[in-house]
């Protein structure tokens, strides 16, 4: 195939591209911008300024193609699949850092070889690289992993299921997806399941008519029909009696329902989440959980990790709960403070984190929050040996180490990553500090 040169491209590219709402460009198959739409160019320059840039430059400011420094590379995988891909990436751009959800198009020629890619960004919603008063925060690899799974599943109506430990934020991401969806104008309903017992469960569920038992004095709406069009959202569904889940079942396969006392169905109309943090698998061989049930429930399961695995998110998630939960106050931790947050597990995950912060907010009268702030088992330093009595700055103890490491170790820089328990991009971005 021969050399593509941004002279060369045809002038109907550019109608194309204007046509598409969000940043387009046209690519080359190594990487050179050759054509770029409004929107692209509103965020990363006027068009000749970029062409002949490669892609990874603008995106990422990578010097290599993204593949090469720990990322998933679409354009990579799309020559050599020959198929479209789409992939969820850290972006640059004036506004800094964004999630955005990346696609590629292959372009072909007469003889059927790919000649261009197309490649769009749309940013992605319900989350933010920044601290935020709301909504979803992270930039670690971990959770990018959770939110393209989000972006994908959000304009669907599949029923999602989100597993993962207390405290990692299903009702978080539930809100998210429910806020990318066609029902985002319609209530969400989030129903905590650990509360109802079985006499509980079908009055609350599906509501009741009034003088249907003792105490229904009036008509009562169930929370299947408060989601009314948009959506429902039961967390913790293992704690659902085994004796209910049958009538939670009918209601899934049918689409309706009749209030306690009540001869009337009722249509129902939601998009169903469910969250849990039990092994719903094992509970089905020991014959607590339902068989059927379990497979209308995990249509699309999202696996949500813990804290302990995004230890690259901690900074900005202190930041942001800081924000949330002293608002009128200029907080941060100190070095030694934050020390001892990364050195600590967080069993309890977000949730905890968000409570030893509370904790250290109403103890320091300051602006910093130091050691003495946390709890116990936040606040032990681990020692750091430098080899003599020299006191070091923390930057310059890591870049130290990571020097040494990168030269002693003798697999590859995803297992290197994967040791030190960060991802692959941050291991690739300081290593590149650390010279």
């Known amino acids: 195939m021969s050399e593509i040169t941004p002279g060369e491209v045809p002038s109907a590219f550019a109608g194309i591209l204007d046509g598409i709402e969000e940043p387009a460009v046209l690519l080359s198959t190594r990487y050179e911008i050759?054509?770029?739409?409004q929107a692209y160019q509103a965020l990363y320059g006027d068009l000749p300024a970029l062409?002949?840039?490669?892609?990874?430059?603008?995106?990422?400011?990578?010097?290599?193609?993204?593949d090469q420094a720990g990322e998933v590379c679409p354009l990579k995988n799309c020559l050599l699949s020959e198929q479209p891909q789409r992939v969820l990436h850290l972006h640059h751009t004036p506004r800094g850092e964004e999630h955005v959800d990346v696609s590629l198009l292959p372009i072909r020629d007469e003889q059927g070889r790919i000649q261009y890619l197309l490649e769009k960004m749309r940013p992605a919603a319900g989350a933010s690289t920044r601290p935020s008063a709301r909504g979803l925060v992270g930039r670690s690899?971990?959770?990018?992993q959770v939110l393209e799974l989000i972006q994908r599943v959000a304009p669907s109506e599949a029923t999602v299921l989100l597993l993962g430990e207390s405290g990692t934020g299903k009702e978080l991401v539930a809100n998210a997806i429910h806020e990318g969806s066609q029902r985002a104008r319609f209530p969400f309903v989030p129903v905590d399941c650990t509360g109802l017992s079985e006499t509980l469960f079908e009055s609350e569920l599906f509501g009741h008519e009034k003088g249907a038992f003792t105490?229904?004095?009036s008509r009562k709406i169930g929370l299947a029909e408060a989601a009314r069009g948009g959506t429902l959202f039961l967390d913790e569904i293992g704690d659902i009696p085994l004796s209910q889940q049958v009538k939670l079942l009918r209601l899934l396969e049918t689409g309706t329902f009749r209030r306690v006392g009540g001869i009337e169905a009722q249509k129902a109309d939601f998009r169903l989440i469910a969250a849990t943090n039990r092994n719903l698998e094992s509970m089905v061989h020991e014959g607590r959980f339902r068989e059927d049930l379990y497979y209308r429930l995990s249509v699309f399961p999202i696996h949500l990790p813990?804290?302990?695995?995004?230890?690259?998110?901690?900074?900005?998630?202190?930041?942001?709960?800081?924000q949330r939960i002293a608002p009128g106050r200029s907080l941060r931790m100190s070095r030694e403070a934050e020390t001892c947050i990364r050195s600590h597990d967080f069993p309890g995950n977000v949730r905890e984190l968000r409570n030893v912060l509370e904790r250290a907010v109403l103890l320091c009268d300051g602006d910093v929050i130091e050691p003495r702030h946390l709890p116990e088992e936040c606040a032990r330093v681990p020692g750091i040996e430098t080899g003599d009595d020299e006191?070091?700055?923390?930057?310059?103890?890591?870049?130290?180490?990571?020097?040494?490491?990168?030269?002693?170790?003798?697999?590859?820089?995803?297992?290197?990553?994967?040791?030190?328990?960060?991802?692959?991009?941050t291991l690739y971005?300081?290593?590149?500090?650390a010279g």
């Not at 813990?306 to 800081?322: A, G, H, V």
């Not at 870049?399 to 991802?423: C, K, M, N, P, Q």
């Not at 971005?429 to 500090?433: E, F, G, I, M």
């Open 34 to 37: 050759l054509a770029a739409n």
């Open 51 to 66: 062409e002949g840039r490669h892609c990874y430059e603008m995106s990422h400011h990578y010097p290599v193609p993204c």
């Open 141 to 144: 690899r971990p959770f990018n």
């Open 215 to 217: 105490g229904a004095h």
């Open 306 to 322: 813990p804290l302990r695995e995004r230890r690259d998110d901690l900074p900005l998630l202190i930041q942001t709960l800081l």
């Open 391 to 425: 006191v070091l700055p923390l930057e310059e103890v890591e870049r130290r180490y990571l020097r040494r490491v990168s030269l002693r170790f003798t697999g590859d820089r995803r297992e290197l990553a994967r040791r030190l328990g960060i991802s692959e991009r």
């Open 429 to 433: 971005r300081k290593l590149q500090q």
